[in-house]
């Protein structure tokens, strides 16, 4: 069946460094817009980033535009968030989620289990 | 970037009962709309797609409407499953595709 696992979340210290994973199977990854998704402790979604199926294009949040980078490894079935100059309010628990095939306008379907992001000092 | 506005923040019913969840975009989206649930500790489920469209397996007490600016989620006959948030998002724009700011449904 579709599954993403997302992993690499963990505690890091404000202006450090983090990057995640998100292994993908059960479908043709290569196939399917892919993007993050956050949550801050106790608050709602805040969309992140996508990213087209052949990385021609990518869409960041204001919030992150300059500080993280999304890249995708389809021979891999992998999708990466490079977060740098992390800041407290990045804190979160990171969701990665399948678009569609060649678009995202049928929603996200499915979400991974998400991995937990905190930065402090 | 588009505004979603969700309403009410907070609502509290009864098994049984019809629930309307309003999605308001701050400029038109056509019907580039989804809606989402999420319990606490899990990732959010897609619920409706198309602002009417109900994504597979999901029950058909759950139904969408709506378009342009305004949207709403209708579920007919609420079931204890059914205490969640639930989240609108907007597919119309590539530029950034916001969500809601939820609406949590709880039991009274």
């Known amino acids: 069946q579709v599954q993403l696992v997302e992993s690499g979340g963990g505690l890091v210290k404000p202006g450090g460094s983090l990057r995640l994973s998100c292994a993908a199977s059960?479908?043709?990854?290569?196939?399917?817009?892919m993007s993050w998704i956050r949550q801050a402790p106790g608050k709602g979604l805040e969309w992140v980033s996508y990213i087209s199926s052949s990385t021609t294009t990518i869409y960041y949040a204001d919030s992150v535009k300059g500080r993280f980078t999304l890249s995708r490894d389809n021979a891999k079935n992998s999708l990466y968030l490079q977060m740098n100059s992390l800041r407290a309010e990045d804190t979160a628990v990171y969701y990665c989620?399948?678009?569609?095939?060649?678009?995202?306008?049928?929603?996200?379907?499915?979400w991974g289990q998400g991995t937990l992001v905190t930065v402090s000092s | 970037d588009i505004q979603l506005t969700q309403s009410p923040s907070f609502l509290s019913a009864s098994v049984g009962d019809r629930v309307t969840i309003t999605c308001r975009a701050s400029q038109g989206i056509s019907t580039y709309l989804a809606w989402y649930q999420q319990k606490p500790g899990k990732a959010p489920k897609l619920l409706i797609y198309g602002a009417s469209t109900l994504q597979s397996g999901v029950p058909s007490r759950f139904s969408g409407s709506g378009s342009g600016t305004e949207f709403t989620l209708t579920i007919s006959s609420l079931q204890p499953e059914d205490f969640a948030t639930y989240y609108c998002?907007?597919?119309?724009?590539?530029?950034?595709?916001?969500f809601g700011g939820g609406t949590k449904v709880e039991i009274k």
């Open positions: 998002q907007q597919l119309n724009s590539y530029l950034a595709l916001t």
């Open positions: 989620a399948r678009g569609n095939r060649g678009t995202l306008v049928q929603g996200l379907h499915p």
């Open positions: 059960g479908f043709t990854f290569s196939d399917y817009y």
